[in-house]
């Protein structure tokens, strides 16, 4: 006959969970009557999806809970990648007599592929004043290789151009030696310093001026022991980085070639981010803490605030406003 032995039953159960959602629209107190006017005004609070403070009367979330992680972001991408940091350049350039001249290109801001970025520059380089640049030419993607290619031409009386860029903390460029001017969304570098009759840039990010964001809240990152690092030189504990490209594999699911004009890298024309976390960071809270006041920054792959690089100008005054984003974030109670 068997024998039995009771035996103890020990249940166990998923840790219990809640979502903490934010929007950056949140930042006008859902009250639309306030944002239509503020919206595009450069001395309202809160103007900028991407520098912002969320005030309300009482806490945003209270309970007991250790862990938050994002797992969800969406985010409308309206920077333009030629945009008021990344616009201009200088050109150098020799007339008949070998006289030595300079001047500044600038192009419109706006969204352009790299095809359209040639021919943007090429049009500003040919008209440049005080000599014949008429038969400068740019193209992108000779060989399918992702760099810029120029040539001058058949100009009668250039000698050679070369490419130089601004000088920084300038009156005409009032930017640090960190910002990512024209001449590097380019691709070029000090080669294409000196006077040639044609030459190449480097590799390009593919005329991306920005490669990804991070977005950050000191408040909600404060409790965090193991600190955020980077090889950036300022370092910031983030809520999340997000990598244009990691988006909509864009390099994967895009197979037109590099020197094919319609080859359209991401960040090059607006589009809609969206991704999934499937192991996002764990972000230690202190037990019984409610969540208050949040500040909400986005900073470019620079190390600077992407809210520098958006006008407050209406749309079609020529420069975009920036996308309004939204967050999901799991709360955990261990």
Not at 66 to 84: C, G, L, Y
Not at 242 to 261: C, E, M, P, R, T
Not at 269 to 274: A, G, L
Request: glycine letters at 8%; hydrophobic letters at 35%; aromatic letters at 12%.
């Amino acid at each position: 006959m068997a024998t039995y032995k009771a035996t103890e039953t020990v249940t166990t159960r998923p840790s219990s969970t809640s979502l903490f959602t934010i929007d950056s629209e949140d930042r006008y107190n859902g009250d639309y009557t306030f944002s239509r006017g503020d919206r595009y005004s450069a001395t309202a609070p809160n103007v900028s999806p991407y520098n912002f403070t969320l005030n309300k009367n009482e806490s945003l979330m209270n309970g007991f809970f250790t862990r938050i992680a994002v797992t969800e972001v969406v985010m409308n991408w309206t920077v333009p990648n030629i945009n008021k940091k990344s616009n201009a350049m200088i050109v150098k350039y020799t007339n008949s007599t070998g006289d030595p001249l300079t001047a500044t290109i600038t192009i419109p801001i706006g969204f352009y592929t790299p095809s359209q970025l040639a021919t943007a520059i090429q049009s500003a380089v040919r008209t440049t004043p005080g000599g014949d640049l008429t038969g400068f030419t740019m193209t992108y993607g000779a060989g399918n290789l992702p760099c810029f290619t120029y040539n001058v031409g058949a100009s009668l009386s250039a000698a050679g151009v070369g490419f130089l860029p601004l000088d920084y903390n300038s009156v005409a460029y009032p930017y640090p030696s960190t910002t990512k001017q024209l001449f590097d969304v380019l691709g070029f570098t000090t080669i294409n310093n000196a006077y040639t009759l044609s030459t190449s840039s480097g590799i390009t990010s593919y005329a991306q001026w920005c490669r990804y964001v991070d977005i950050i809240s000191p408040q909600m990152t404060y409790n965090q022991p193991l600190k955020d690092t980077s090889t950036q030189p300022v370092s910031r504990d983030a809520l999340c980085r997000i990598y244009l490209d990691q988006v909509s594999g864009s390099f994967n699911a895009n197979k037109v070639q590099a020197g094919d004009s319609t080859f359209t890298p991401t960040g090059t024309v607006p589009f809609v981010i969206y991704h999934d976390y499937a192991h996002p960071k764990q972000i230690n809270w202190t037990p019984n803490q409610p969540v208050g006041q949040l500040t909400f920054q986005v900073y470019d792959d620079t190390g600077a605030l992407l809210s520098d690089v958006v006008s407050t100008a209406p749309v079609g005054t020529g420069v975009a406003t920036g996308g309004d984003w939204s967050m999901t974030l799991l709360v955990s109670e261990n």
